[in-house]
Structure formats: structure tokens, C-alpha cells
């Protein structure tokens, strides 16, 4: 059969399921949105390239379908490098498609030309410039398969305007023709019986154990397995920002976020332990602070599907490459075979009693507002988190809302929490929303912004707007970019640069009805309730609630960057118990 090549790419992304794609359309992909509408794909325009890219991710976040983009080429490439970072850092299966100048035409600085392979290269798992329409379908097989497999992340094609005008005879590559196309790419799952069975040797010798978990849980989809290990050996676990809900906050085990805001119990007793069990965990300098002084004591089991995190921060004891779904399963096996061979679990007991003492001296806490004084921002998060319906997604952009936001909104369930860890985007919260909620409409979907973050790409609710699409975002509002104002109020002698934002310009509830959305706007605390119940009550639009929080409020516990873990900073209210935290 006889098509074009944008037909191809087009029955290509149907045949690998894809229900929505992001985009904007321009000269170069312009022959790829003509099959798009005969296709069974919606698109959903976007007002900037950025956004859909963090719309591709936030619907991946919580569905484990590679969210897609689509745009043209040249500066609409580029507009879609920030995203594409953000989802190789964060682990996130996406594809992105660009469109490019014609295949005689590239090199010649064309109209709308960039290298978008160059530029990408280092930004993404794999990309690809295409310059047959014959070689479409393998190549759009290839790119879901290594956004999907081994170590999750984004893939990107760059199609020349004429490879998707040029007819090809359809085919569509089986799993092993894709497989012997990739020689090269073979990720290890399964991990080392012996590894396997020395780590399991580890636990059952530790006096003081952690269970690390990181954000690789999620991708595994592991988090029953990992509740199964912690149970059955009764051991704590810390899960780090981007493993938020991977195992229960209500659970007896948990201890929360460790780090450089983590909450004092989940870094001291990382910082304590005789034995890290790091499950789909890279050691991230927000974690470890000084990295000489990152837990002394303890001896390191290492499970991750990607071999170039073995060594890379901290050695390991017992490196086990792998997928962290199946090595947990592998590991319990091994726990109940040396249980059941006669081997006893050393005594933790005292371990369990120094934990209980520091979670019950150290909680997260903050001053409440005396009457007469600005909004706190966690009493606003305490709220939304207790007035929102079960298994509501909160997504955050980044800054001293997205600490809060982890710190005091409690994860139950995986897949409710997306947020930009590793690259720290500011501007992802609203349109990485957006993304969220088309792909789990049967949920609420709350994004928590800064004022500084939301500006950046808050032109996406009116792709919310006109697509019907009814997320609920939560501006806490200090007229600052906060975390920098923190830091300079700490570290800059209260030397404020370039951090002061209008606190009236612009009127957040006027822009936000000017793109379809209804705006509220909240002042005092007991304002607070009323305005969450009316936006959880609006189902057929967004909508944008404006919290005036007080902008002197600082993000506690913090280790400054650079310092050891034992440099941890309290609170005021707390630093009289400090000497405890040993």
C-alpha cells in the first residue's frame, strides 16, 4: 500500500497507541497535521513549543505512556530543549517529533534550519534524523521502544518536510526486526544471582538499615514489591522527591523525603545508617550534601537498571544492574530462603527507638499566623491537601512551593506527585497539569506555582481554556522568587538582587479570567477553605487561586549546598533540641 510519509508517521503513532499528541504546527511538519485529522489521535494546541513537552511529561507521569509532542522546526525545535532535559534527567518516556527543512536544503542555513540532532544529542536518549519516508516506521518503532525500555526517557525524530511528502510502501516492523535494528541496545533486568543473594545477606546483618527509594520505583512500576521488602524485614524507608507516593506517607514504616529539605528523621537516618538499600536512587547531590561526608558508616546495596549510576556518586558494596521491580521480588525470595535456612535478623530495635525519638522531637512544623499576619503558605498547602478529593494529582513547579508541596501534602498512592526534579524547571507546573489531566480526566489535578514560575507559562491555560480541560492551579504569591530570596537572606547577608516581584502587577485574578479561567483571589486565612470548596467545585473550566502568603516565610529543614548532612538547619523553634539529632 502506498502512502506518504506523514501518512506513515502518522498510522505509526496509531499503531503504537498514541490517544494525544501536543503540538503546534508550522511549514516544515505542516504535512504531517493534514493525516492528523483522518487519524483517531487528538492534538491539543499548544500556545508555546515548551508546553507541550511538559504536557507530554506530565501526562506521562502519571499514566507510564510516552507522552508525545509534535512541532515544526528551527526555533520551535528549540523550544522544545528545556522539556526534553527535563524529561532525560527525570527518567520520563516521551517522543518528540520536529519537523525539517527538506533533505537538499539542509546544511544551506534554509529558512526555519537548525541542527535540532546536534542540539538534542545530549538532551535525549536517542534522536534521529529520518531521510527516507521508507525508514518511518521502523524509526518510530525504535524511538517508542527505547523511550519505553531499560532507562526510561525522551527520544526525538527530525523529519525533512519532504521525507514526510514522499511516497513509501507501509509496513510495520515486528518486535524482533526492531530488536535486531538495535544491536547495540540490550538493557539488563534481571541482575546477578549472586549480587542478588549478597544483598539479601546485607539486610539480614544490618543493625541499621534504610531503605533509599528513589524515583526508578515509580518507572518500575515497583512500589507494591518495595512495600512487600520493607514489611517483611521491617525496616524504615526515605523516598526521595521524585519517589513521592512510591511507598505510603501513612505508613508506620515511612519516614518521608530525605535531603536537602527533607523533613530531619529521613536525613538522619540516612546519615546514621550502617546499611543504605538504594532502590532506583542515583545519589543526587540534593541528597547526599558533601559527599565525602554522606552516611560514613554505611555499606551500600545499589539497584539500578542503568549500569552508568553504579559508582558514578558513591561505590557500592553490592551493585545489582537491573529492573528494580524484579530484583526486589528476587531479593525477598532470597531473604525467605536464608530465613527459612536457619539465618536470623540481626536486632534493630535500638535503631527503631532512636528513629521513633527523632520523629516524635523533629516533626515538619511551622509558626502559624498570629491574627493580623500574612498568609502562611504551608497552612494554604495544609488545607488544599485536606479539602481536595482522594487521589487528587498535585503537580509543582520549582522553588520553595515545590518543598512545601512535598513536605506537607501526603502521598498514598504512586502517580499522584509530578514535579521537575532533576533539571528544576520553572514554568512546568501549569502546563505539565494540563498534560496530567488529559491523561487521568477521572481525577482532580491541582497545580501549586510560585508567582515567579507561573509567569513563565501560564499562556497555557488558555490551551486548558478552549480544550476544556479543568485544572486547578494554586499560586502561592510572596511578590518573590522565593528560594532565591531565601538563599540571599541567608548566605547574601540580606542583600536582595533582582528577586522582588510586583505584588499587584499583574492581577492574577484579571489575567486569569482574560484566558477563560475563573480566578480567586485569597488574603486572609479564613478565606482559605471557602476558596478551595468553590474551585474543587468547578469542573468545567480552570481555574486559579491566588494565595497571598507572607513572602518572610523560609523553607525548614535545609542543609545549604555544600554542607555535610550533619549541618542540618532548623527551624528556631527547634534548634533547642539539635544535639539530639545523633
Not at 191 to 205: Q, Y
Not at 562 to 577: A, E, I, R, T, V
Amino acid at each position: 500500500m502506498k502512502i506518504t510519509g506523514a501518512q506513515a508517521l502518522i498510522k505509526a503513532l496509531e499503531m503504537e497507541q498514541v490517544e494525544t499528541v501536543f503540538g503546534l504546527p508550522g511549514g516544515c511538519i505542516l504535512p504531517a497535521y493534514d493525516p492528523l485529522l483522518d487519524s483517531s489521535i487528538r492534538h491539543i494546541l499548544v500556545r508555546h513549543e515548551q508546553g507541550a513537552g511538559h504536557m507530554a511529561e506530565g501526562y506521562a507521569h502519571v499514566t507510564g505512556r510516552p507522552g508525545v509532542a509534535m512541532v515544526t522546526s528551527g526555533p520551535a525545535a528549540t523550544n522544545m530543549v528545556t522539556p526534553l532535559m527535563d524529561a532525560y534527567m527525570d527518567s520520563i518516556p516521551m517522543v518528540c517529533i520536529t519537523g525539517q527543512v527538506s533533505t537538499t536544503a539542509i546544511g544551506s542555513d534554509a529558512f526555519q534550519e537548525c541542527d535540532t540532532i546536534g542540539i538534542t544529542r545530549s538532551t535525549t536518549k536517542h534522536n534521529e534524523l529520518i531521510m527516507t519516508a521508507q525508514d518511518v516506521p521502523m524509526a518510530v518503532r525504535q524511538a517508542f521502544h527505547i523511550a519505553t525500555t531499560g532507562r526510561p526517557g525522551p527520544t526525538l525524530l527530525d523529519v525533512p518536510k519532504d521525507v514526510l511528502q514522499n511516497s513509501m510502501d507501509w509496513y510495520w516492523p515486528t518486535d524482533e526486526e526492531v530488536a535486531d535494528s538495535l544491536p547495540g541496545y540490550r538493557p539488563n533486568t534481571k541482575g546477578h544471582p549472586r549480587m542478588i543473594k549478597e544483598a539479601a545477606k546485607l539486610i539480614l546483618a544490618s543493625e541499621r538499615p534504610i531503605i533509599y527509594a528513589g524515583g526508578g520505583i515509580l518507572k518500575a512500576r515497583a512500589a507494591e514489591a518495595l512495600r512487600e521488602l520493607a514489611e517483611l524485614v521491617d525496616i524504615h524507608v526515605v523516598t526521595t522527591l521524585m519517589a513521592r507516593g512510591a511507598f505510603p506517607d501513612d505508613h508506620p514504616l515511612c519516614l518521608g523525603m530525605p535531603g536537602m529539605h527533607g523533613n530531619a528523621t529521613a536525613i538522619t537516618s540516612l546519615q546514621k545508617s550502617d546499611l543504605l538499600i538504594t532502590l532506583g536512587a542515583r545519589f543526587d547531590d540534593r541528597i547526599t550534601g558533601k559527599v565525602s561526608t554522606f552516611a560514613p558508616e554505611a555499606k551500600i546495596i545499589h539497584v539500578d537498571i542503568d549500569p552508568a549510576e553504579q559508582g558514578k556518586v558513591r561505590r557500592p558494596d553490592v551493585p545489582i544492574v537491573g529492573d528494580a521491580k524484579y530484583i526486589i521480588e528476587e531479593i525477598i525470595k532470597a531473604i525467605k530462603d536464608l530465613l527459612q535456612g536457619g539465618s536470623v535478623q540481626a536486632d534493630t530495635g535500638a535503631w527503631k527507638s532512636r528513629i521513633s525519638g527523632w520523629r516524635e522531637q523533629f516533626p515538619l512544623a511551622y509558626e502559624p499566623s498570629l491574627p493580623g499576619e500574612a498568609l502562611k503558605p504551608q497552612y494554604c498547602l495544609e488545607q488544599l491537601r485536606d479539602l481536595s478529593p482522594e487521589g487528587t494529582i498535585l503537580v509543582s513547579g520549582v522553588g520553595q512551593h515545590q518543598m512545601w508541596s512535598s513536605q506537607y501534602w501526603r502521598f498514598n498512592e504512586p502517580y499522584t506527585w509530578v514535579n521537575s526534579g532533576g533539571l528544576g524547571t520553572m514554568g512546568f507546573s501549569v502546563p505539565a497539569a494540563i498534560g496530567a489531566k488529559v491523561g487521568r480526566p477521572d481525577r482532580t489535578v491541582w497545580a501549586v506555582d510560585g508567582d515567579g514560575c507561573f509567569q513563565m507559562t501560564a499562556q497555557e491555560l488558555v490551551t486548558a481554556s478552549v480544550e476544556r480541560i479543568p485544572v486547578k492551579v494554586a499560586i502561592l504569591n510572596n511578590s518573590y522568587l522565593g528560594m532565591v530570596r531565601q538563599w540571599q537572606e541567608m548566605f547574601y547577608e540580606e542583600r536582595y538582587s533582582e528577586v522582588y516581584l510586583s505584588p499587584e502587577v499583574p492581577d492574577f485574578v484579571k489575567w486569569a479570567e482574560a484566558m477563560g479561567c475563573v480566578g480567586i483571589r485569597v488574603d486572609s486565612p479564613e478565606e482559605v477553605q471557602p476558596a478551595i470548596d468553590k474551585a474543587n467545585s468547578i469542573d468545567d473550566r480552570p481555574v486559579v487561586v491566588d494565595f497571598r502568603v507572607d513572602a518572610r516565610e523560609k523553607v525548614f529543614p535545609m542543609v545549604p549546598a555544600g554542607y555535610s548532612n550533619d549541618d542540618l538547619l532548623l527551624p528556631d523553634f527547634q534548634n533547642s533540641n539539635r544535639g539530639n539529632l545523633r
